[in-house]
């Protein structure tokens, strides 16, 4: 010990290092303050006694190497009884004496470690997260490669060797045009980073992708540019899935935009959220006067919308939750009145509660207005065919009353030569025959009453009025069971006529043909041209006429009816006239209890 000069051990108290010495028997001759703090005064008791509380000499000691072959050797070893790990360095030292000595030095190098083990394991980290990560990682150069990549990214571009991936020109093997890249480059180097920059990309097959590029720029030591980092999300698939939904979005609203009714939706306190063209058109409000400004209740008033929405919730009108064609009549801000059905559906959310109402109101002013026409149009048919049955039975009263009355005439006139003007009974004869003229021109009157007038002609088409007419019968003949089949002609030409007569004539036609078929049966109506006519066939499938019949159809009071009301025999006799009157013809052919076939030929203007 005498050996160590007291001012050199002093240093070496100050020593942030662990020292001490052992001799050859293991004595601890020295020990620094470092090691007197960590170990207790160890001084001349055995070092491993004081190192470890051990009887022998420590596994790790390296006494041998250092008292027999004279080498210094370095190591590392953690002491419990510390919790400390070294760097321990094993000096040998030869006193003046000649005794030899081992000098050991312990540098604490815990925190060294604690700090290298947690660095290693943030490496693995994020090592694991490059290799694993779902998203594609990348560092690449400013002149154009990959420097290193993840997994994802290969796979995102399909590629299995990353040396080849490696090796790829990014500006022309992975952008789809080099322009790309120098614009990506402009704006990254520009701001210093991008996020969600949208790129395609191409992969090894040639196949275009979708990514968005979320990188920044990677300086070197002056602040030049080496490259970039960043990672790759491959958004082909979620681009593909959002350009379906656009689609059928578009498709959507396309219906909704084009429909001709009116399609809203309001939110639950009724502010109008879709106002489609037909609402426009209809309401005569534009959407952007109408969307998030107006609310259902200024469009249909407070009232008809309380009401409507407790429809929807009732089950009566479609079920809960929706309102099925309701009647609905309102005047819209102008004035205008607007009657059509309304048809509404509550919109619900995940939870089942209500988010939304769409509504269609569809106009049916046009088709009640057409309705309202046809009504009245079979209620004007109805008065003229009972006009024609009195006509019909008046002029029978006169056709009756004609015969006597001319007899009775003929035989006052003939009383006329017996009596004298002097005769004073001669007064009261002339009396009597006045009286009966003026009866006579009477029935002329009232028979001239069921064949009116010539009405006024004018330029129409056959076709026209049978199409006219077919509205009005339609509902008849498919009360008594009549099938109709319509041939018309699509060249029907122009005809001089009058269209009340021609009216009248067909309307003669279908009622003969609907008393023929009691039982049902088809009617056919042909038009056809013919050289400067036209042909008009009227055929059914009734009881047909008796041979010997056929040729008196057309004569005056000529019927088979046995019911005056139902028929006088005058129907087919005006419908003569009347073709005659035109310059036609009307003709028959009948096979009995088979058909009926009418032909009807007029001149063309
Ligand atoms: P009426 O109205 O009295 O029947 P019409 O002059 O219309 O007078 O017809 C005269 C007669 O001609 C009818 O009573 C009927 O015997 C016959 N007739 C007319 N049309 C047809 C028809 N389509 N089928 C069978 N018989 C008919």
């Known amino acids: ?48 006694k ?61 925190r060294r470690k604690e700090q290298a083990a947690r660095l290693k394991f943030s490496e693995e980290n994020y090592q694991r997260l490059f290799t694993h990560a779902g998203c594609g990682v990348f560092i690449s150069s400013k002149q154009g490669r990959f420097l290193d990549v993840n997994p994802a ?49 191409r992969r090894r097959d040639g196949h275009l992708i979708d990514i968005l590029l979320t990188s920044h720029v990677r300086y070197g030591t002056h602040g030049e540019v080496l490259g970039y980092e960043g990672i790759v999300v491959d958004v082909t698939e979620r681009k593909k899935s959002e350009n379906k939904i656009r689609e059928a979005y578009d498709f959507l609203d396309n219906i909704i935009s084009c429909s001709p009714n009116a399609i809203m939706a309001m939110d639950m306190t009724g502010r109008i959220m879709l106002w489609n063209r037909g609402a426009e058109n209809l309401f005569g409000l534009p959407a952007d006067e109408v969307v998030d400004k107006m609310t259902v209740q200024q469009i249909y008033s407070r009232e008809v919308a309380a009401e409507v929405t407790r429809m929807m919730r009732d089950t009566e009108y479609g079920g809960v939750g929706r309102l099925t064609s309701y009647p609905l009549t309102f005047e819209r801000r102008d004035g205008v009145r607007l009657e059509g059905n309304l048809s509404a559906s509550f919109l619900y959310d995940d939870s089942g509660k209500e988010t939304a109402t769409v509504a269609l109101f569809v106009d049916l002013r046009e088709r009640l207005k057409t309705e309202r026409e046809l009504a009245e149009a079979r209620q004007h048919l109805l008065q003229s065919e009972k006009l024609a049955a009195m006509g019909r039975l008046t002029s029978q009263i006169a056709h009756e009353l004609n015969n006597p009355l001319f007899g009775i005439m003929n035989t006052l006139e003939l009383l006329k030569t017996e009596i004298p003007p002097s005769n004073k009974r001669r007064r009261l004869l002339d009396m009597s025959l006045s009286e009966t003229v003026r009866l006579a021109d009477m029935l002329k009157k009232m ?155 007029l001149p063309l203007a």
């Open 1 to 48: 010990m005498s050996d160590h000069t007291p001012r050199l051990l002093d240093a070496l108290d100050a020593f942030e290092d662990g020292i001490y010495i052992v001799s050859e028997d293991f004595t601890v001759e020295y020990m620094n303050r470092f090691m007197k703090d960590l170990f207790g005064d160890g001084v001349g008791k055995k070092c491993h």
């Open 50 to 110: 004081v190192l470890l509380n051990y009887e022998n000499p420590c596994d790790w000691c390296n006494y041998r190497e250092i008292f027999e072959k004279n080498e210094t050797r370095h190591s590392e070893i953690y002491l419990e009884s510390a919790k400390k790990t070294f760097a321990l360095s094993e000096i040998p030292v030869t006193n003046r004496d000649g005794t030899r000595s081992k000098l050991s030095i312990y540098r604490d190098i815990t």
């Open 153 to 201: 990214l290969l796979r995102i571009l399909g590629y299995r060797d990353k040396e080849e991936f490696l090796a790829l020109d990014l500006a022309r093997d992975v952008y789809l045009t080099p322009g790309d890249r120098e614009r990506y480059q402009r704006i990254i180097e520009k701001k210093g980073r991008v996020v969600d920059y949208e790129l395609q990309w």
């Open 447 to 601: 028979l001239s009453f069921s064949r009116p007038d010539e009405t006024e002609r004018a330029e129409l088409d056959v076709n026209s009025v049978i199409d006219e007419l077919m509205v009005l019968y339609d509902k008849r003949f498919r009360e008594n069971s009549i099938k109709v089949k319509l041939d018309l002609t699509s060249d029907p030409g122009i005809i001089m006529a009058s269209r009340d007569q021609l009216r009248q004539v067909f309307i003669n036609l279908f009622s003969n043909a609907m008393y023929a078929m009691p039982d049902g049966g088809t009617l056919s109506i042909t038009t056809r041209p013919n050289g400067n006519m036209v042909y008009i066939i009227v055929e059914d499938t009734g009881t047909g006429i008796k041979p010997e019949q056929l040729e008196k159809v057309f004569d005056s009071f000529f019927t088979t009816k046995t019911d005056s009301v139902k028929g006088v025999g005058l129907g087919l006799s005006v419908c003569y006239g009347f073709i005659q009157d035109h310059d036609g013809d009307i003709t028959v052919e009948s096979r009995y209890g088979e058909w009926t076939r009418f032909t009807i030929k």
